[in-house]
């Protein structure tokens, strides 16, 4: 449920801002702290499971009671509490936005059926700033934390920023970006380490010479180090490259 206030000043400066109640994401801080930052396109639907890596704690470990397929983003609530949100922005016309966002999802931290109820919050702040018709920059910064278990068995902070410059001229769009993330690991776990740190660097190049076809294609280049203790060694630290290719149509 989420009530919005929207005012507009005769200026065109618009200010905007939320308050929300939430349920169904009481899972929220298990992907982060066991497997950790990852790029990727993937959209969780409702009682999706992705899977977990093969995790010292999770393999007759701390936390072996962990369903074994893996953590369920989006599902029932778990432990009947509802999470809040807030957010607010700022939009200048034809200049850019502001916006803050403030979530918690007010986990209890017990395990319920097969899966923990983390407690999750962050604080994120993001802007846009349009240069000029054709240039634009974004950026956008994220800090929080993530609990689960009563006495707090594991327990991390995570940060992530990025800043994206964009370029339209004549149907093409070049744009750059940078990404930087990080999980702390801050409980004293034995067997549980959830540390990972990195960066990448992403080039984009697409052409919409109309509003309905677009073609592009994207370099990432991804740098990660990861401390995570496997069943069986440990998690591989991650540097890859991928190339994307994109064809999108908008059928009217």
Do not use: C
């Not at 397929?69 to 809040?84: C, E, K, S, V, W």
Request: proline share 2%.
């Amino acid at each position: 449920m989420d009530l919005n206030f929207r005012q507009t000043f005769a200026s065109g400066v618009q200010w905007e801002t939320a308050a929300t109640a939430f349920g169904g994401n009481d899972t929220m801080g298990a992907l982060l702290a066991w497997r950790g930052w990852s790029h990727g396109r993937q959209r969780s639907v409702f009682g999706e499971t992705l899977p977990l890596p093969r995790l010292q704690g999770l393999n007759g470990g701390n936390f072996e009671d962990q369903q074994d397929g893996g953590t369920t983003p989006f599902t029932h609530d778990l432990d009947h509490r509802l999470g809040f949100a807030f957010h607010t922005s700022l939009t200048l016309p034809k200049k850019g936005v502001v916006k803050v966002t403030v979530v918690d999802n007010n986990g209890d931290r017990r395990l319920h059926s097969g899966q923990y109820a983390w407690k999750t919050k962050f604080a994120q702040v993001g802007a846009q700033w349009n240069f000029t018709e054709h240039f634009l920059i974004l950026g956008e910064y994220m800090v929080g934390s993530s609990q689960m278990r009563q006495n707090f068995e594991v327990d991390i902070e995570f940060k992530s920023a990025y800043l994206l410059a964009s370029y339209l001229a004549n149907d093409w769009r070049y744009s750059v970006r940078y990404d930087n993330f990080s999980v702390h690991d801050r409980d004293s776990a034995p067997d549980d380490f959830n540390s990972d740190h990195g960066d990448s660097y992403t080039f984009a190049l697409f052409y919409q010479p109309e509003k309905a076809w677009r073609v592009g294609a994207e370099l990432l280049h991804i740098n990660s180090r990861r401390n995570r203790l496997l069943a069986v060694g440990k998690l591989d630290n991650d540097d890859e490259n991928q190339v994307s290719i994109l064809v999108s149509y908008l059928f009217k």
